[in-house]
């Protein structure tokens, strides 16, 4: 089973605390450029890889959505997504996301926020997910970015002269990163661009867009801690379809 970091609890009242656990999409800056990146949801069944408190499954019910299906491993995030209603239109359930089993031509869209660096074989994930796609269907998902997942130490280094700049070593070193972030151990698959698009590609699925995460200037302006996003991208935004 998947390190089940999420219902930890040392984790869940940090991360509870987020911008983006408090404010949902309109807290997460690349939501933006992520929902740029959707068909239209109307009428489609969806599955939401890595749900958690269900902001994009609640999103989708309202934008006409027939039914949302949202799979989280931790029950602490399933019990908010369940109270955060509605009744009806979207089912939650319990999933390992490495041990994932879909019914096969089920979903129109399959999505997922932020969940995919918490999976060891992405390859049988994407298998999983290109089988039960229809035929058009849309795959689209954000992960920590390679660059940013990467380094042994992640952090910014600051030189003599206060610049701030992000060192990363043992990039093409694919494998687990254990970090402490909210709490201590937690572990993240790092993989290359390459890898991901290319398992993508391998497995049937035409990649339709990539996007490596980068603030906009009204973002910046609304935001000004935003600008150093500018100087690496933290997140992968990747559009593909079946």
Known sequence: MA??????PDFFPGYSQLGRSID?????????????MLPQVG??????LGCGFGWFCRWAHEHGASHVLGLDL??????RARAAGPDTGITYERAD????????????????????HYVKDVARLFGTVHQALSAGGHFVFSTEHPIYMAPTRPGWAVDAEGRRT?????????????????????????RTIGTTLNALIRTGFAIEHVEEFCPTDAQIMAKPELAEELERPMFLLVSARR
């Not at 992000?166 to 790092?190: I, M, N, S």
């Open 3 to 8: 390190q089940n970091i999420y219902d930890q």
């Open 166 to 190: 992000w060192p990363v070593d043992r990039y093409l070193v694919e494998g687990p990163r254990k970090t402490d972030w909210l709490a201590k151990g937690v572990v993240k698959h790092h």
């Open 24 to 36: 949902g999409l309109e807290g997460a800056a690349e939501w933006p450029a992520l929902c740029a």
């Open 74 to 79: 931790s029950e602490k995030m399933l019990a």
């Open 97 to 116: 996301l490495d041990k994932l089993d879909l019914p096969q031509d089920s979903f129109g869209l399959a999505y997922s926020s932020l969940a995919l």
């Open 43 to 48: 009428g489609l069944r969806i599955v939401d």
